[in-house]
């Protein structure tokens, strides 16, 4: 959602004050992330938990929920970001740092009921061509998950087929029915 | 939507009559199109017209719009289908069959309000995958057109970005601000 008509500069942008949902910034104009909603709060969290349980203790990734990556001339807050050991970016303490400036190496945006899931499309096309290695658009109203990496055909998931993150999670496994069979409750 | 829990045949589904809006058919399921609203209706005969007005003349090609297309074992009925000229099917006298069984060249979707564009990608992605050309989703919601072709990156078209058709109708010019222009009525 567009919350602003005037055209701001990045560093004009990142001067604001956080708000929530979040407040996003490309080619000069200010969102709104979409208020979070059940499902896609579900979904985030189920992510989230499931690429770091793998990822943690091997000291392969970790994945953020919610974090804010400004790259590209742009500022954006995907639902999850999945940085990789080695290029997570700490501080001489070894402290995760509060400002993220590198694109993450798997970006995944949830679409939210009514939300224009064009849009998000548009979104992951623009992270993989700018230095997101995997895109994952994930919509549970269609039960089905996008998978974009850069310069190539994105691929469409469902049911039984598995989410292949060779390449940023050597030996992650997730099928597009494990991801929505989290949101229901027994 | 999907409109019945049996599993068909291919030639089971072709028996069954035409409805309004039509039938469709992939992998076993019978799903129906959603009903044309206005900004649908009129994308659509836009699209068609500038087409035609286009390819008819140079004898290049011809737009038709909602016809059944079948196909890589499924059953569409895209929102526009366009065949280069000698790809159209004829029959001893000339004239266009009733029956067509090859893929369009290039074959558009238009947006619904409310409709998961999630699953139309996947269907531009299919078409793509299964021998059409180019794939156009037409989102009137987010003024863009998503433009897919077998093996590649798709590209996002906003306002001033051009249609580059040329490997199906070479020298046909139209911009996506032309095809959201359309909507206004003066």
């Known amino acids: 959602m567009a919350i602003s008509g005037q055209h701001l500069t990045l560093e004009a942008f990142l001067r604001l004050p956080e708000q929530e949902p979040a407040l996003e910034f490309k080619e000069g104009k200010v969102t709104q992330k979409v208020s979070p909603t059940g499902r896609h709060s579900r979904l985030q969290t189920v992510l989230v ?90 919509d549970p109203d269609d039960e089905s998950v996008l998978v974009f990496r850069a310069e190539q055909a994105p691929q469409a998931l469902r049911g039984p087929d598995k989410l292949g993150l060779g390449d940023v999670l050597p030996g992650f496994e997730l099928s597009a029915q494990e991801i929505f069979d989290s949101l229901r409750v027994y």
Chains 1, 2 share one sequence.
């Open 49 to 138: 938990e499931r690429l770091n349980r793998f990822a943690e203790p091997r000291k392969l990734a970790l994945a953020f929920s919610e974090l804010r990556t400004t790259f590209g001339g742009a500022s954006s807050v995907p639902d999850v970001a999945v940085y990789r050991w080695d290029r997570i970016p700490v501080d001489e303490q070894g402290q995760v740092v509060d400002t993220f400036v590198e694109p993450p190496d798997l970006a995944v945006e949830i679409a939210s009921p009514g939300q224009s899931t064009t849009g998000l499309v548009r979104r992951c096309l623009w992270y993989v061509a700018n230095g997101v290695q995997v895109a994952l658009l994930v």
